[in-house]
């Protein structure tokens, strides 16, 4: 009886076809479009309450040097075997994955600035999404909840698109400094119980989450 390939992991390596970041010229693109992508956001001004900027980023989404080839993997070959990212599953990967004296941390720096909406979203987006750390906005979100924060969707789908994409400028950058000379993608991986190792270091993965929390982004947005 053959084994069912994990979903995640068969939508990533269709994706690494469609966008090939192995090689010098394309890795270095898809590095500088995400570098210029952080470096030229709009920064929040804590004064004021943070509304979101959809625009902003669907305007350079759109500006992705494979967008024809990410898009047209999304219409076609995606829709066979579609992957969903949703919103819950991050919620959930914050309460399982959390750490009690993380939470303690952040309660010490949210209570520390009154509780208020807008320091919980500028440490969620400037603080943790623009530095790439997932894990630690998943831990922010499930101490959100816990505390009964109320944060729009649209706000955490934003703060996880920059985790998300920045993880992935990380990971290339990591690749570039190496001299490329120690890329493995999960495409490349022969033995299927090792490939959820090398799954959360591939940087392939981490564009695609953002690629679709763009989209759910605009979507929402337009809703």
Same mark, same amino acid.
């Given at each position: 009886?053959?084994?069912?390939? &994990?979903?995640?992991?068969?939508?990533?390596? /269709? +994706?690494?076809?469609?966008? =090939?970041?192995?090689?010098?010229?394309? /890795?270095?693109?898809?590095? *500088?479009?995400?570098?210029?992508?952080?470096?030229?956001?709009?920064?929040?001004?804590? =004064?004021?309450?943070?509304?979101?900027?959809?625009?902003?980023?669907?305007?350079?989404?759109?500006?992705?040097?494979?967008?024809?080839?990410? =898009? /047209? $993997?999304?219409?076609?070959? +995606?829709?066979? &075997?579609? +992957?969903?990212?949703?919103?819950?599953?991050?919620?959930?990967?914050?309460?399982?994955? /959390?750490? *009690? @004296?993380? #939470?303690?941390? #952040?309660?010490?720096?949210? *209570?520390?600035?009154?509780?208020?909406?807008?320091?919980?979203?500028?440490?969620?987006?400037?603080? $943790?999404?623009?530095?790439?750390?997932?894990?630690?906005?998943?831990?922010? +979100?499930?101490?959100?909840?816990?505390? &009964?924060?109320?944060?729009?969707?649209?706000?955490?789908?934003?703060?996880?698109?920059?985790?998300?994409?920045?993880?992935?400028?990380? #990971?290339?950058?990591?690749?570039? &400094?190496?001299?490329?000379?120690?890329?493995?993608?999960?495409?490349?991986?022969?033995?299927? =119980?090792?490939?959820?190792? $090398?799954?959360?270091?591939?940087?392939?993965? @981490?564009?695609?989450?953002?690629?679709?929390?763009?989209?759910?982004?605009?979507?929402?947005?337009?809703?």
């Amino acid at each position: 009886m053959s084994v069912m390939e &994990n979903p995640q992991i068969k939508a990533v390596k /269709h +994706f690494e076809n469609a966008i =090939d970041t192995t090689k010098l010229g394309s /890795h270095k693109m898809i590095y *500088d479009w995400v570098s210029a992508l952080v470096l030229e956001s709009p920064k929040l001004d804590s =004064d004021i309450l943070y509304q979101g900027n959809p625009v902003y980023i669907n305007d350079r989404v759109r500006a992705f040097p494979y967008i024809d080839e990410a =898009d /047209h $993997f999304f219409r076609s070959e +995606f829709k066979k &075997n579609p +992957f969903e990212i949703t919103l819950s599953q991050y919620q959930i990967d914050g309460q399982w994955n /959390h750490e *009690d @004296h993380t #939470l303690e941390h #952040l309660k010490t720096v949210i *209570d520390g600035n009154g509780r208020s909406v807008q320091s919980f979203i500028n440490l969620a987006i400037e603080g $943790f999404g623009k530095s790439g750390n997932v894990r630690g906005l998943t831990n922010l +979100f499930h101490y959100a909840e816990e505390s &009964n924060m109320s944060i729009s969707p649209h706000i955490q789908l934003e703060a996880l698109f920059w985790a998300e994409a920045c993880l992935a400028k990380n #990971l290339l950058a990591q690749e570039s &400094n190496s001299g490329l000379k120690k890329i493995i993608r999960v495409s490349e991986v022969r033995k299927k =119980d090792e490939e959820q190792k $090398f799954l959360e270091k591939d940087p392939v993965l @981490h564009l695609f989450r953002a690629y679709r929390l763009a989209e759910m982004l605009e979507t929402i947005s337009i809703g």
